[in-house]
């Protein structure tokens, strides 16, 4: 008998205390509406709004089968907190996205839709193909954002229109095989994870998303962030 698939949702959170029952309740409502079985790990860095006491609320609420916490005791990175969340998923299939709304779950069954129907390793969400699009953003961000992804594809050639977006579906043994070969842990860690997973012959699906920014919060994107990248594509454009 066919082992039945699962879903684990991997969702890194900093001061998102706000966003993470909606968030939350939206996840759960996809899953069930899709009869699909499915986990959400919260890896809260120690968040000073209180997010680990929501988390723990809902927790007693969705039950501890589905709402699995494990906290670090400070701010470590993006990419650290996937790898700590991966350590405990039990599905077969991973979900990494953001908890603020920029990745809505509508678009998760039409993820899981093109995995099947493909046999897929990865499907990402893109912003820039198809019917996908960029939503409260002014022309700044959307100018950085574009220009992060074009310069990117001039240098790497990933053959990926969305490199910097973080709404993604992994089996989830490739996700454990292209994170351990992957160096960085901020914000060039999607992008990383995205050119060692082509290089590796991974075969990746994309899948038009509308990404929304931010209701509650603030973005945790800033200059440093714009510098690590850019360095980012450079070192990886030498050792890939």
């Known amino acids: 008998m066919a082992k039945l698939d699962k879903y684990t949702v991997i969702l890194p959170t900093y001061n998102e205390r706000k966003n993470l029952p909606i968030i ?3 996840l759960a409502k996809t899953f069930n509406e899709n009869n699909l079985a499915w986990e959400i790990i919260v890896v809260d ?3 000073p709004d209180g997010t680990l006491e929501v988390a723990q609320q809902l927790q007693k609420l969705y039950g501890a089968s589905h709402i699995v916490l494990k906290p670090r ?3 470590l990175g993006l990419g650290t907190a996937y790898v700590h969340g991966l350590q405990f998923a039990t599905g077969t299939y991973v979900i990494i996205m953001d908890a603020d709304f920029s990745h809505h779950p509508k678009h998760i069954p039409t993820m899981i839709a093109t995995q099947k129907a493909t046999g897929a390793d990865i499907v990402t969400g893109t912003r820039y193909r198809g019917d996908g699009g960029v939503y409260g953003w002014d022309l700044k961000r959307k ?6 992804n074009l310069f990117a594809d001039t240098v790497l050639r990933p053959g990926v ?3 910097t977006g973080s709404f993604r579906l992994y089996k989830r043994d490739v996700l454990e095989k292209v994170i ?3 160096e960085s842990k901020g ?3 999607q992008m990383e994870m995205m050119v060692r997973a082509k290089a590796m012959g991974c075969k990746v699906e994309e899948c038009p998303i509308h990404f929304v920014d931010r209701v509650y919060g603030e973005s945790k994107l800033g200059g440093d962030e714009i510098v690590e990248y850019a360095k980012g594509v450079l070192n990886l454009w030498m050792k890939v």
């Open 24 to 26: 939350i309740w939206l």
């Open 45 to 47: 860095d120690a968040s």
């Open 73 to 75: 005791s400070g701010k």
């Open 143 to 148: 100018l950085v954002s574009r220009g992060a």
């Open 161 to 163: 229109s969305d490199l």
């Open 180 to 182: 351990r070969s992957t």
């Open 187 to 189: 914000y060039t860690f």
